[in-house]
């Protein structure tokens, strides 16, 4: 028998908790994910939506290897072919596996951006790797020399950009990208994203932006509650979602201001 195409990255069975002191001395055990599943090809687009705290960002962090030392992550997490243990992931990240975070405070304060753009490039290329990356996130190269409270938010996304953009990347985790920003960075971190993908990287792209997600993915896997209830093709999110399997994606959908179902629907309950 063929053997089926391996993915880019299989996570499956995914739990994460955490182990919580309450009332002083008294230990429990949260649990934001349990069970989850998501798959990403080469060049495939990948769109993780749902809630806020719907486990999202942790599903990232335990692919990055990034979780906090609390955490305790059972499961298991393949990328192409091989078991992502600590060390590779270690190996991997800022690398291969790059990762947009969600929040500008990933940047650390004390170090000038244009250094943290140069973090993973070869030395003797690292500055005009820089440059260039400067110079195609509209960032001047004089903005180097600054410290990331010394920049816009909007700068500090281009900056955050500028240090995913590797050579050899094979999967992009960006979390968040385009909170906040005007529309036309938008499109251009949308395209950005896309380039990745033309260019063989699998993507994983966090969003509660679920247009933009639905303009440039191949698929969307819904989380919710820190499971993965559906992941279905970009096609499946069509007129009313009757091809969407379950009413938690088909509400999402049909939630988007242009579906405007929602008064329909009162209508003809009415
Ligand atoms: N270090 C931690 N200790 C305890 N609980 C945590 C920790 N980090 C996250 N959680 C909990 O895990 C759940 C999922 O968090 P996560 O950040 O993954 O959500 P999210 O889907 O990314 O949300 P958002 O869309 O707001 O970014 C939340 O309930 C959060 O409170
Ligand atoms: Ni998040």
Known sequence: MLKAAQPLLKVENLSIGFSQYFRGTQKRLIQPIANLHVDIAEGEIVAVVGASGSGKSLLAHAVLGILPTNAICSGSIMY??????????EELRGREISFIPQSVNYLDPLMPVGKQVQIGLAKQKAQERQNMLFAHYGLKESDGKLYPHELSGGMLRRVLFATSVREGVKLVIADEPTPGIHPQALAEILKQLQQFARE???VMLITHDIMSALEIADRVAVIKDGQTIEISPVSAFSGTGEQLQTDYARKL???LPQNDFACQELRWEA
């Open 80 to 89: 192409r072919g091989e078991e992502l243990t600590k060390r590779r992931k």
């Open 253 to 255: 959908w049909r939630a």
């Open 200 to 202: 063989g990287a699998g």
